[in-house]
Every structure is written in C-alpha cells, then in structure tokens.
Nanobody, 123 residues
C-alpha cells in the first residue's frame, strides 16, 4: 500500500522560511516523479513544484519561482519543499503527489496523494 505523509507545516510570519517533507512508503521511490500542490478553500488545487524521477529536472509555478526549492532524498524516500520569503498568499494546505510516469503540472497526472499539511503565513 502506497502512503505519502507530509509534515513540516505550521504558522509563520511573512518573510519566514519553512521546509515541508513528504515521506513515501510502499513504492519504489526512485521510479516516481514527485510534485507539490496546494489548495485554498474555494479554489482549485494549484501546482507548486515538481521533480523528475532521478531528480535531474525540477520545475515550478511562476508564483514560487526563486523562493521555493524542491528536492528529494532517495535514502529516506523523502521529497522536500524548501519555502523561503513566504507571503500570506502562500497560505494553503500543501499536498505531495507521486506519479510513476512523468509527473508534470497537472494534478490529474499523479496517481498517489498525501493527506496534506497546513501552511499559514501571517502578515
């Protein structure tokens, strides 16, 4: 059974940094592309960042480029989202997702999802 468990969310102030983690189990981690998405009540889930299976390719939403960094640690079956210069508009529930093919920016391409972790940025 595949499980993705996010952690690291919390309440921070604008300008602060936060690192989210997503630990995977029940899957051969290196064969999955990984992504981070976020969701605000009343809005569609939004792509944030993605990383290829071997980690050589990363890509970001324009709203987070230069502030967020996605990375993965194969020994720990974990993908990270380092968030810096946080803004109130970054407030959302953040989800990680795994796809055995190519991943991408569309949520529908991902097969497995975590339960989400709340990030709240106060002004």
């Amino acid at each position: 059974q595949v499980q993705l468990v996010e952690s690291g969310g919390g309440l921070v102030q604008a300008g602060d940094s936060l690192r989210l983690s997503c630990a995977g189990s029940g899957l051969t981690f290196r064969t999955y592309a990984m992504g981070w998405f976020r969701e605000v009540p009343g809005k569609e889930r939004e792509f944030v960042a993605g990383i290829s299976r071997l980690g050589g390719n990363t890509y970001y939403a324009s709203s987070v480029t230069g502030r967020f960094t996605i990375s993965r640690e194969y020994a720990k079956n974990t993908v990270y989202l380092q968030m810096t210069s946080l803004k109130p508009e970054d407030t959302a529930v953040y989800y990680c997702a795994a796809d055995p093919v190519v991943g991408g920016t569309e949520g529908g391409m991902y097969k497995y999802w975590g339960q989400g972790t709340q990030v709240t940025v106060s002004s």
